[in-house]
């Protein structure tokens, strides 16, 4: 396995994205937000639902999900 060298400036930003995504998720899967936990189980369900980026906007916010 190579050595991966990567700078304390990009890993600072990679773990601050990372941690952003952390909370994201952690606020999806709520108690209060419970219709975005069963759009993300439909969604995987039928994968077919988020063929694209837009697709995927659309079908959220035709069932009540506020998308940023």
Same mark, same amino acid.
């Given at each position: 396995?190579?050595?991966?060298?990567?700078?304390? #400036?990009?890993?600072?930003?990679? /773990?601050?994205?990372?941690?952003? *995504?952390?909370? %994201?998720?952690?606020?999806? +899967? @709520?108690? #209060? &937000? +419970?219709?975005?936990?069963?759009?993300? &189980?439909?969604?995987?369900? &039928?994968?077919?639902?988020?063929? @694209? #980026?837009? %697709? /995927? %906007? *659309?079908? /959220?916010?035709?069932?009540?999900?506020?998308? #940023?």
């Amino acid at each position: 396995m190579e050595t991966l060298n990567i700078s304390k #400036e990009k890993f600072s930003k990679i /773990l601050e994205d990372f941690e952003m *995504l952390i909370d %994201d998720v952690e606020s999806a +899967l @709520s108690k #209060e &937000n +419970l219709i975005v936990r069963k759009r993300i &189980n439909d969604i995987k369900k &039928n994968p077919s639902i988020g063929g @694209s #980026e837009t %697709d /995927l %906007d *659309l079908y /959220l916010k035709k069932r009540s999900v506020k998308i #940023e």
